[in-house]
């Protein structure tokens, strides 16, 4: 339910989702450009006002195609918003429970590859996402953009490390993975989903099951050993993504 029309010079549309914080609506700027207000629940701001801006630090700091650009703040009678480029597409949760597809071994190696990509870029800068999910990726068929910074950290701090978002993106995969499986479920994932033993070995080292990967560039690899969806698996990397996404 939207209860206002306007939050300051913005216009809102539409509701997009809500969750733990608060409440994100697309919106647009005088000029007719859609902008994401995120607003957070006037509680948690009052009870995390430090925690709320790791998100708007880390997201300043941050120029990448598939994250959403943070664009300042609004203070407000209505509360307090962050203003974020608008990313365009579903979420994997949407297209895989309201949309119910059944993703492709071809989308799932995009989607796969085009996260790895942000992941690199991310970890190069010192930063662990925290909390990459089905709800915080949207797809719209072509390209896939990484939301939700709330939990994101700088790794310099010590206890937060890139393997969460390993395990993170090994979930993620296994719900891809999942839309095609409807057979009644009886065992763990490796029981049930029919993968080569590549393909299981290499979600086994993403969610801590095997010996864990070194850094984001040998996740990036062995991913393109293990999912490209056709039969050219002797090409390099660079070449395989040129070709395929
Ligand atoms: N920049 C954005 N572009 C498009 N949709 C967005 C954007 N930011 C958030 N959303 C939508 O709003 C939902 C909730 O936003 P999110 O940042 O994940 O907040 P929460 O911390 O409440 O989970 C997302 O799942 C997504 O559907
Ligand atoms: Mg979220």
Not at 132 to 137: A, D, K, P
Not at 138 to 154: E, I, P
Request: with cysteine; hydrophobic share 40%.
């Amino acid at each position: 339910m939207i209860f206002f029309r306007h939050a300051g010079i913005y216009t809102i549309e539409s509701k997009l989702g809500g969750g733990r914080y608060g409440v994100c609506y697309l919106a647009r700027d005088p000029e007719g450009r859609r902008v994401v207000l995120k607003r957070f629940r006037p509680k948690m701001f009052r009870e995390n006002s430090g925690e709320n801006h790791h998100e708007a630090v880390i997201l300043s700091g941050l120029a990448h195609p598939a994250v959403p650009e943070f664009l300042g703040v609004l203070n407000l009678r209505q509360g307090y918003f962050f203003i974020l480029e608008y990313k365009p597409g579903s979420t994997l949760r949407s297209l895989l429970f309201r949309q119910r597809t059944e993703f492709t071994d071809e989308q799932i190696f995009r989607i796969g590859a085009q996260l790895l990509d942000v992941l690199i870029y991310l970890h190069s800068r010192s930063v662990v996402h925290g909390d990459l999910s089905i709800s915080n990726v949207v797809d719209d068929g072509r390209q896939v953009s990484l939301l939700d910074f709330g939990l994101a950290r700088y790794m310099d701090g010590g206890d937060i490390s890139a393997d969460l978002d390993y395990s993170c993106f090994g979930n993620v995969l296994l719900y891809l993975l999942y839309s095609r499986y409807h057979e009644q479920k009886f065992g763990a994932w490796y029981e049930e989903l029919d993968l080569s033993d590549q393909k299981k070995e290499f979600l086994k080292r993403l969610l801590g099951l095997a010996e864990a990967f070194p850094d984001t560039e040998s996740v990036k690899q062995e991913f393109f050993n293990c999912f490209p969806p056709c039969d050219d698996q002797s090409k390099p990397p660079s070449a395989q993504s040129n070709a395929l996404i």
